[in-house]
């Protein structure tokens, strides 16, 4: 099978599609940005919430203890994953940090696990797969009726967008509650300063920035009998078409927090970025990317993932009466003076995320994050896709590409996708023939 994308011809694929299934940009771009609190930490009491985990790795399994650690009468049910030593360590964690005992006949592997989860009576789905996987597990979920929790990004191309905006209007007409893993917008400090600045604290934005810039992550090395399936989804994290690239897999958590802030997405994208350091897989190692919005306020983001650097993260916002960080929890006056700091206190955004979502099943009041999460992924993919052709890439363009990056059918065997990412004006070699 082959699944290679020509990156610098991406454009060319742009087409007209039907009505039906293209959803307009300006439409799905969020509305004015609204004052928010933050719920308690805890969710209320109310009938039990038996769960299955959808992708037993670290995200997985870390997803997993957030949810049950947000309420009472919250269960693990049910587990599933490709691979079974995956499923064994996820129960394995389980047993020994919670006391729960997850049976066989409810452990399911293979790349239908899902489907089988999905089918094993649980009420909530907790979506923690490599990103790839999210679109069509999500529709899956939704289709049968499940409340979902689904780990950001929520797509790696435009076509699993598109795919993800239809399905969360699926789910708000059945009433069912999806909350996505952007759990930067339940940090108390990021709220807080995020409402003064809707308040007019820092005047009219002029400029704003996002920085994500650190260390290399882990990679899987190759081992005997692993084929290239096997090896790409245990190193997931270092393929394109698994993850998107980091500037898709991470740094959507600030991409987003801007668009959060400012009420509105990107018009359009010009990047660059490279790869020197990295040890598998066909990402880059950093990517720098100049974003525009309709107002002509321009959003300079970066990230990097090499050793041995000066790191930094911040997201920063400049207006005319001064500056707000919500990294820092801070504003700050034109000179740079702090006139104003988060002094409250802290708490788990990784827990408080599934105890706003475990409320609002409760309650009978659906939260559905589903959608800004997509479009904060079409943002991040367009700045992927700029540094990789060379070209300005606009929100709308993109929202109309076919793109779709991975393999059509999936099984542990060979893997038509290029070792390493393209040049401009050089085409790289399948990693099997």
Known sequence: MDSAVNRRDFLGSVAAMSAGLVVSARAARPQAAQRETLGAPRAPEGRTLKAGLIGCGGRGRGAMINYLDAGPGLEIAALADVFPDRVAAA????????????????????????????????????????????????????????????EKPVAVDPTGVRAVLATAEQAAAKGLSVMTGTQLRREASRIEVRNRVLDGAIGDVLSVRAFRNQGALWYRTRQDGWSDMEWMLRDWVNWNWLSGDHIVEQHIHHLDGMIWVLGKAPVKAVGMGGRVRRQTGDQYDFFSVDYTFDNGVHMHSTIRQVSGCANLRDETLVGTKGSASLDQGAIFDRDGKVVWKFEGEGHDALVQEHADFVRAIRLGTPVNTAKDTAIATLVAIMGRESAYTGKAVTYDELMASTMRLGPETYALGPVSIPAVPPLAGQESAPLSE
């Open 91 to 150: 129960r394995e964690q389980l047993k020994k940090d919670k006391g729960i005992e997850v049976p066989e006949s409810r452990c399911f592997t293979g790349f239908d696990a899902y489907l089988k989860l999905i089918d094993s009576g649980v009420d909530v789905v907790l979506h923690c797969t490599p990103p790839h996987f999210r679109p069509a597990h999500f529709a899956a979920a939704v289709a049968a009726g499940k409340h979902c929790f689904v």
